[in-house]
């Protein structure tokens, strides 16, 4: 079973930086493609950015481009987001998402708030 525990949230103030992780089950982690989302109370959940199981980044979101970044490290089995210049608006609850060709799988959730 692949599990997906995300840390590194937090409250931050605007400008401010976070760096989020998402540990992954060992084994299967390296085979997966890797996304966050991110979900704003009263919204649907969106993607933030995606990565391949070689470490291509295949997107990012133009909310977030320039600023965010996602990276993996498949020796590590950790995902990575590091979030610079944040804003207000990217206060949300960010999930880890592992995309099997068959199967996906969610991570818990963490909560980030960017306020003053």
């Known amino acids: 079973q692949v599990r997906l525990v995300e840390s590194g949230g937090g409250l931050v103030q605007p400008g401010g930086s976070l760096r989020l992780s998402c540990a992954g089950s060992?084994?299967?982690?390296?085979?997966?493609?890797m996304h966050w989302y991110r979900q704003i109370p009263g919204k649907q959940r969106e993607l933030v950015a995606g990565?391949?199981?070689?470490?291509?980044?295949?997107q990012l979101a133009d909310a977030v481009k320039g600023r965010f970044t996602i990276e993996r490290d498949n020796a590590k089995t950790m995902l990575y987001l590091q979030m610079n210049n944040l804003k207000s608006e990217d206060t949300a609850v960010y999930y880890c998402?592992?995309?099997?060709?068959?199967?996906?799988?969610w991570g818990q959730g963490i909560q980030v708030t960017v306020r003053s």
């Open positions: 060992p084994g299967i982690f390296r085979t997966y493609e």
């Open positions: 990565i391949t199981s070689g470490g291509v980044i295949l």
């Open positions: 998402h592992a995309q099997g060709d068959i199967d996906e799988h």
